[in-house]
């Protein structure tokens, strides 16, 4: 009830409202990626043959930011290992 009080107001924004500013964002971002400022996480699955148990495990939750199933490493093709 104390935001109905105080009459607050919730806007939200879309990035195609400050296209203009995707150059400078981009920049900034990452200079703030290479400095350490900001920080993700990312696992990465080597193999299509590990993408099914990969996906179920992403949709239970076991994983946290990106997940990347990798399909090669240094050139090779899985189907070549």
Known sequence: M????????????????????A????ERFRGWLRDGSIVYDETVIDGLAAAPAALTDLVRGRYTGKTVVRLGVGGERDADR
């Open 23 to 26: 150059p400078e964002f981009g």
């Open 2 to 21: 104390r935001i109905i009080a105080k009459r607050l107001t919730l806007r939200g924004f879309t990035v195609r409202e400050h296209l203009d500013l």
